[in-house]
């Protein structure tokens, strides 16, 4: 983690750097970054140099770790680590095989004793060699095809507004007051289902159960079709 962090900060220029699954490494991130004397920026705070700031729910969900190296001539010259698994939600044996690719994921024996200054074999530096190429591989193709936004919903909606005309997303789904949005925006959590007490303990036979999925996402598509 030592040499990973010194070798981001001294970079001395802007990037993107991708982790698949950045609440575990981000994790280690941060503990380094607080180490070396960096602070994080309060909201809404114009950020200066050796500070970062997060993108993390309040459910512990990672989004982003954005470093700020330095300003040069009111610029900022900053590292934005990004989860890739917001982007690409698979794991990287199956993004191989979903995005065909000739590169595919080896195996190495996980229960292996590795003990503290153990010298990787060929095999297992080339069996992360692959999971860095497939996952780079894999985001190029996306990259490619104009999916640049942070998480694969952020594309998602991008791609949609594109479909409609000038101003109509706007005109669709206007925006609203603070309060009124902080009142929705507690649903996004999910439903909320219970047992209704005179059926708890009891036996059914012939039911059926519904769990639809971006049942959102699909009202808000045909319904905007029926509209026009």
């Not at 996306?142 to 706007?170: C, H, R, V, W």
């Amino acid at each position: 983690i030592d040499s990973f962090m010194e070798w981001a900060i001294t970079r001395g220029r802007s990037c993107d750097m991708y982790f698949h699954n950045l609440k575990f490494d981000g994790g280690f991130i941060i503990d380094a970054l607080l180490k070396k004397g960096w602070t994080h920026v309060d909201d809404g705070a114009k950020p200066y140099s050796k500070q970062f700031d997060t993108i993390i729910t309040d459910a512990g969900a990672f989004f982003q770790i954005t470093l700020y190296l330095k300003i040069h001539k009111k610029r900022y010259v900053k590292v934005d680590i990004k989860d890739s698994s917001k982007k690409i939600p698979l794991s990287i044996e199956r993004i191989a095989q979903a995005f065909n690719l000739d590169t595919l994921k080896g195996d190495i024996d996980y229960h292996k004793y590795r003990p503290e200054g153990y010298e990787p074999t060929k095999e297992e530096w080339e069996y992360l060699d692959n999971d860095t190429l497939i996952l780079a591989q894999a985001l190029k193709q996306t990259f490619s095809q104009g999916m640049e936004k942070l998480t694969i919903a952020g594309d998602a909606m991008y791609s949609y507004k594109e479909t409609l005309p000038e101003n109509m997303f706007e005109k669709l789904y206007p925006t609203l007051d603070r309060e009124t949005d902080n009142f929705i925006r507690a649903s996004y959590k999910g439903g909320f289902v219970y047992v209704k007490p005179e059926f708890a303990g009891r036996v059914f036979e012939k039911t059926t159960s519904y769990d639809v999925n971006s049942l959102f996402p699909s009202v808000m598509y045909t319904a905007y079709q029926n509209r026009s």
